[in-house]
């Protein structure tokens, strides 16, 4: 079974551009999480969706968006970059059911670079 | 704010020897909490979970405890390889439920020397 996967893997960008990174869950999950991860902060929410819904948030600004597709699939974008931006983003996926916790499984993540 | 850069607590030993990562947590009411191995390059991959009704866990060479009364858990990993040379987080979802909102904490780089 293919695992989690993430493009692109690596991206460039001069602060003030947008940028929008995609994330193919495992075949049958149908919850798609964003993690920001950067030395300062370490591993933090984005955000969660299930089933084309946004049902989590985390504290980012608006900049920070996403959406998920009827595939599953999914993708966050982030407008108006900022140096702050660089960082790896990880995409996890998950059953998503409602009874209970379910395992998350990571991709490699895309490391954006703002320059 | 202005970010400070993390500072990952290290553990370093010595191949064969085992590891103890400890990880505490504030919330009481927190009742679910999974260990993550995050080797360089790659995205976290799961260890092992651990509910709240149980004080301990095992799993093939790790074992989780969980000690609700100081609010602590910590991850045993028995005879240790190089190959468990990676950053370890523990990680909890806010609220519980069925939420995929996760918290992680700060990890900790496992350094083995062969």
């Known amino acids: 079974k293919a695992g989690v996967t993430q493009t692109p893997r690596y991206l460039i960008k001069t602060r003030g551009q947008q940028v929008t990174l995609s994330c193919s869950p495992i075949s049958g999950h149908r919850s798609v999480s964003w993690y920001q991860q950067t030395p300062g902060q370490g591993l933090q929410f984005l955000f969660e969706y299930f089933s084309e819904t946004q049902r989590n948030k985390g504290n980012f600004p608006g900049r920070f968006s996403g959406r998920q597709f009827s595939n599953s699939r999914s993708e966050m974008n982030v407008s108006t970059l900022e140096l702050g931006d660089s960082a790896l983003y990880l995409c996890?996926?998950?059953?998503?059911?409602?009874?209970?916790?379910?395992?998350?499984?990571f991709g490699p993540g895309t490391r954006l670079t703002v320059l | 704010g202005e970010s400070v850069g993390l500072h990952l607590p290290t553990l370093s030993v010595q191949e064969g020897d085992n590891s103890i990562i400890n990880c505490a947590y504030s919330n009481s009411a927190s009742d679910y909490f999974i260990w993550y191995k995050q080797e360089s390059g790659k995205g976290p991959q799961f260890i092992i979970d651990i509910r709240s009704n149980m004080d301990k866990r095992q799993g093939q060479r790790v074992t989780v405890l969980l000690n609700k009364t100081v609010k602590h858990l910590s991850l045993q990993i028995a005879a240790t390889q190089p190959g468990d040379s990676a950053v370890y987080f523990c990680a909890e979802p806010l609220g519980g439920g069925a939420t995929n909102k996760l918290i992680f904490g700060t990890g900790t780089l496992l350094a083995v020397q062969p």
């Open positions: 996890a996926s998950s059953l998503g059911s409602e009874a209970g916790q379910n395992e998350q499984f």
